[in-house]
């Protein structure tokens, strides 16, 4: 979308994903809601957008993320990251300083952004909202191919299983817990290719142009 449009994009679950890393790397208990929320506060956070055409070994795109000075972005999907990012991002001292930070690269310029909040949190006021789904199989399905491409090979019932306890913790918590907005258009995407989600979102950029 963003390459279509030429427009900046932000991935917020990369920082999200970074700072789980940092926070793993210091030894810290990602349960431990006030050691988390004290390294948000005080780690300098570096993002930009992904170089054209860069993507991780699982075929993903990621913002560059660089915290306290270290490059974090080949990181990202480590399965410690993956199981712990959830914990770490449903603390309400670190959406607070992510949400800041999210904000302020919104203002570089046009803007793709994605994310768990965006709409309804981050940028309340967005030209225009999309709210991406599929069923539950289907996302576990789309991420077994992705960790096969990275060498993994995790049987689809865990998969299964890592997805739903991560949606359970992020549409349970106390700030920003995941949900359309209420002016979003969804989107049902079972069955459709990236190129024919894309096309649909196009659509409705133009339309309101």
Do not use: N
């Amino acid at each position: 979308m963003a390459r279509r449009l030429g427009y900046l994009f932000f991935d917020t679950g990369a920082m999200y994903r970074a700072l789980t890393w940092l926070a793993l790397r210091r030894g810290l208990d990602p349960e431990d809601e006030e050691a988390v929320g004290r390294l948000a506060a005080e780690t300098v956070m570096e993002v930009s957008p992904p170089p054209p055409g860069s993507r991780d070994p699982q075929g993903s795109e990621h913002c560059r993320v660089r915290v306290d000075g270290e490059d974090a972005t080949p990181h990202l999907t480590a399965p410690e990251v993956e199981a712990s990012v959830s914990l770490v991002s449903r603390v309400p001292a670190v959406r607070r300083e992510m949400v800041r930070m999210q904000r302020r690269l919104a203002q570089r310029g046009p803007t793709v952004m994605a994310g768990r909040d965006i709409g309804t949190t981050v940028l309340p006021d967005a030209d225009l909202k999309v709210y991406l789904d599929a069923s539950r199989e289907e996302r576990a399905r789309r991420r077994r191919q992705q960790l096969a491409l990275a060498g993994a090979a995790p049987s689809f019932e865990s998969v299964l299983a890592d997805l739903e306890k991560r949606d359970a913790i992020d549409s349970s918590r106390s700030v920003s817990p995941l949900r359309p907005a209420a002016d979003a258009v969804i989107i049902k995407t079972d069955g459709l290719s990236l190129e024919e989600v894309v096309e649909r979102v196009l659509s409705l950029v133009e339309a309101r142009a």
